[in-house]
């Protein structure tokens, strides 16, 4: 099972900041990793998949990065809609495993 | 509109067994894998099975494997997972989820894209 680890755990920054969110495979997973945003209440909404391809009507702020096990989730300029939790998610086989996630509070 | 609906969630006690149900609408029902996936109450995301578009191919977490059987019926447009020897660790929210298909090729392919719809998601309490 690829154990997926994502760092920080929470990020806390103001509104405009650049914020990077990191996701390492415990084993290669190519470039098959996604990214998704779940907002408190809310159902999860794919943002990347591939590594770096932005998912449907997924703004241009959000970009992804990496391969192998190396990977990264960059926000260029937060919005205050931006405050979510982030999950990166295995897709190269099976079990399709989640990271535990990162929260990105915003000040 | 693309939509998944699931239901079947509720209190069980321990022990006890329960039968999730998701109706697709809007895509091809038929022509897609679909994924269960839970989150327990205050805690991340869990992949816990997935059923090839057929029906014909299934893959378990192993926290889950022997306990729960996931299957779909095309012609009814509906995913199920059947809950088995329900633990208070069972306890979460259980949404389904459709993969995401992309062109290579010319040909839609999925398993490496990432789920794009999400259900609203059903609530399961073992207690």
């Known amino acids: 099972e690829i154990v997926l680890t994502q760092s920080p755990a929470t990020l806390s920054l103001s509104p405009g900041e650049r914020a990077t969110l990191s996701c390492r495979a415990s084993?290669?997973?190519?470039?098959?990793l996604a990214w998704y945003q779940q907002k408190p209440g809310q159902v999860p909404r794919l943002l990347i998949y591939?590594?770096?391809t932005r998912a449907t009507g997924i703004p241009a702020r959000f970009s992804g990065s990496g391969s192998g096990t190396d990977f990264t989730l960059t926000i260029s300029s937060l919005e205050p809609e931006d405050s979510a939790v982030y999950f990166c998610q295995n897709r190269s086989n099976w079990p399709k495993t989640f990271g535990q996630g990162t929260k990105v509070e915003i000040k | 509109e693309v939509q998944l609906l699931e239901s079947g969630g509720g209190l069980v006690q321990p022990g006890g067994s329960l039968r999730l149900s998701c109706v697709a609408s809007g895509f091809a029902f038929n022509n897609f894998a679909m994924t269960w996936v839970r989150q327990a109450p205050g805690k991340g995301l869990e992949w816990i099975a997935e059923i090839r578009a057929t029906g014909s191919v299934t893959y378990y977490a192993d926290s889950v494997k022997g306990r729960l059987t996931i299957s779909r019926d095309n012609s009814k447009n509906t995913l199920y997972l059947e809950l088995d020897s329900l633990r208070a660790d069972d306890t979460a929210v259980y949404y389904c989820?459709?993969?995401?298909?992309?062109?290579?090729?010319?040909?839609?392919?999925?398993?490496?894209?990432?789920?794009?719809?999400w259900g609203q998601g059903t609530t399961v309490t073992v207690s």
């Open positions: 989820a459709k993969d995401h298909k992309v062109s290579v090729s010319g040909v839609l392919r999925g398993h490496y894209y990432g789920l794009d719809v």
């Open positions: 084993q290669s997973v190519g470039s098959f």
């Open positions: 591939e590594a770096s």
